[in-house]
């Protein structure tokens, strides 16, 4: 028989063992997708939570974020008019008390958004006083919806440069250069303290380097100061809005050295502060 007179051979099929092989890499492929949504999915503010979830949030310490977005959640329905949060009142107020600076902070914005809760005034008013920068700040911006002055010091703190101070004795290890851009939270710094570990120094403000008092390698004690930020355009007009409605003469010559400065280049700014310096100047007359 020729090689011409052969039948061709039926091609043969794959072998079971590599089509089920394909399972175990679509279910791996699966999981990178599926994890991290539901991570995101489970701590996205933007979820609705159910008042049982809220509730349940409100005094999870384990997981601050819980706390952060059963405020935020709480904040959406005060704007929308909803009655049915206030039975949620004393546990803001309880988490303007908390440990975690990032949840007082939340609790101070959240109980700025209903100005007819005397609780929250108060609440406000105690959060002045603490010694997070930005939780101060934020109970001073929003005690001005109360028609309250009591934080017109810390409004006034906003448009100047902020002392950062070392948390520990050390020495520098190394230092953001100056003119750097930092937010809340961001690295600024790295100290050797006493015992010879490296420890990290972040920012408690957004701002930008305006001034560095130390250098690398050099001791430093505790609570000196390292640098200065000067505060960034955000900061700049929170502050200004606020003292449109609280601001006094004595805060005109402030408000002025930002009109000669770089505020002039920026077109929002600069309208806010004629509006800030009008609005002040207009309740000085009478």
Not at 51 to 64: G, Q, S
Not at 86 to 104: H, L, M
Not at 159 to 185: H, N
Not at 198 to 211: A, Y
């Amino acid at each position: 028989m020729s090689v011409n007179d052969k039948s061709p051979e039926a091609p043969s099929s794959p072998p079971r063992t590599r089509r089920r092989s394909t399972w175990p890499l679509i279910v791996v492929a699966a999981l990178f997708i599926i994890v991290p949504f539901l991570t995101w999915y489970t701590t996205w503010f933007g979820r609705d939570l159910s008042d049982a979830e809220i509730a349940k949030y409100l005094v999870d310490e384990k997981n601050p974020r819980h706390i952060q977005h059963a405020l935020s959640q709480i904040e959406a329905r005060i704007e929308k008019g909803d009655p049915g949060v206030k039975k949620f009142y004393p546990q803001i107020v309880n988490a303007s008390k908390s440990p975690t600076g990032e949840i007082r902070k939340t609790a101070a914005w959240v109980m700025g958004q209903d100005n007819s809760a005397p609780e929250f005034h108060q609440a406000l008013i105690g959060l002045i006083g603490d010694a997070e920068p930005l939780v101060r700040r934020n109970a001073a911006v929003q005690l001005v919806r109360f028609g309250d002055a009591a934080g017109r010091p810390e409004l006034r703190a906003m448009l100047q440069p902020y002392d950062v101070k070392s948390p520990m004795a050390g020495t520098i290890v190394s230092l953001l250069a100056d003119g750097s851009k930092v937010k809340a939270g961001g690295l600024l710094a790295r100290t050797r303290d006493l015992s010879g570990a490296v420890q990290e120094f972040r920012s408690p403000l957004d701002g930008t380097i305006g001034r560095i008092v130390v250098k690398e390698g050099e001791p430093i004690a505790a609570g000196r100061t390292i640098l200065s930020l000067t505060p960034d355009r955000a900061t700049i007009n929170d502050a200004l809005r606020a003292l449109q409605y609280v601001g006094t003469k004595d805060d005109l010559p402030l408000i002025e050295s930002f009109s000669q400065g770089s505020a002039t280049n920026d077109a929002e700014l600069k309208q806010q502060l004629v509006v800030t310096t009008r609005a002040i100047e207009a309740r000085a007359k009478n």
